[in-house]
């Protein structure tokens, strides 16, 4: 993947005198054969920049990587065996979730992504159509993200959590009878254990893992529960929610433990 700044970095390095391979090494680049080519012969890369920092794992990258391993998705479409369209999308309920993905989606990318509401439903949808970008999200290894610091910890989780996470709250007057807590659910058990694993490093605490029947096709799936007072605060805190509802209800949940 080549970024703009790359491409124009390209030309002034050549007019300063140095070499295609110099500059190839210069940009860090895999071979000379694309410098040459858009140096020499006009070669244009194919597909839409992204930004020069799209590599590095940003707050805003990390929770693209969590929404998407949610309720997002990644799109590739092909003509004649080979991949030529790549999208990233997300299609939700909530507005202020498809604006949030959207809005970390351009700062990461430094690409315009498109927000609507579906004709006749009451779902909102934004897009990004990159091939680069969605080839980029859907090679990405998040388990990488066990050595990350605590902040970008902190926006993978709340991607997910915005995506897969529900705040379960019950009698919350009647102290004995209540239910608190907070629910992960997803098919893939391997994920379901580093986000146990990532709350852990952020000192939160899970009360259990179990298997749940529902979702698509009432398949198999797994629900990570959080519950206890001071695990709910360090989570609102630490990782919260960019869905309003979410928030609110996790304030509810919060105000109603005796001091």
């Not at 509401?117 to 066990?146: C, E, G, H, M, P």
């Not at 629910?183 to 952020?202: A, D, P, Q, R």
């Not at 198999?220 to 805190?237: A, M, T």
Request: aromatic share 12%; charged share 30%.
């Amino acid at each position: 993947m080549y970024s703009r700044e790359q491409y124009i970095k390209a030309f002034e390095l050549r007019k300063e005198g140095f070499t295609y391979e110099e500059i190839t090494k210069i940009l860090k680049l895999k071979t000379a054969n694309a410098v040459y080519g858009w140096i020499k012969r006009g070669y244009h890369p194919q597909g839409k920049f992204l930004s020069i920092n799209h590599n590095k794992l940003s707050n805003e990258l990390a929770y693209v990587l969590g929404a998407v391993e949610g309720d997002g998705y990644l799109g590739f479409g092909k003509f004649r065996g080979r991949i030529t369209k790549g999208c990233i999308g997300l299609e939700v309920k909530d507005k202020d979730f498809a604006l949030c993905f959207k809005d970390n989606l351009e700062k990461w990318s430094g690409l315009s992504v498109s927000f609507r509401k579906r004709n006749n439903t009451d779902r909102f949808v934004s897009t990004l159509f990159s091939l680069r970008a969605a080839q980029f999200i859907n090679k990405y290894n998040i388990n990488s993200l066990v050595k990350a610091n605590s902040k970008l910890k902190s926006n993978f989780l709340r991607g997910l959590f915005d995506s897969e996470g529900n705040v379960s709250g019950s009698n919350l007057d009647r102290p004995k009878i209540s239910t608190r807590f907070i629910g992960f659910f997803n098919t893939n058990l391997k994920l379901i254990y580093l986000v146990k694993k990532l709350l852990e490093s952020l000192g939160i605490e899970i009360q259990n893992i179990d298997k749940r029947i529902g979702g698509f096709k009432n398949s198999l799936c797994y629900r990570l529960r959080i519950g206890g007072k001071e695990n709910l605060k360090r989570f609102r805190d630490k990782i919260g929610f960019s869905i309003k509802r979410k928030n609110k209800k996790l304030d509810d949940i919060l105000k109603s433990y005796k001091k």
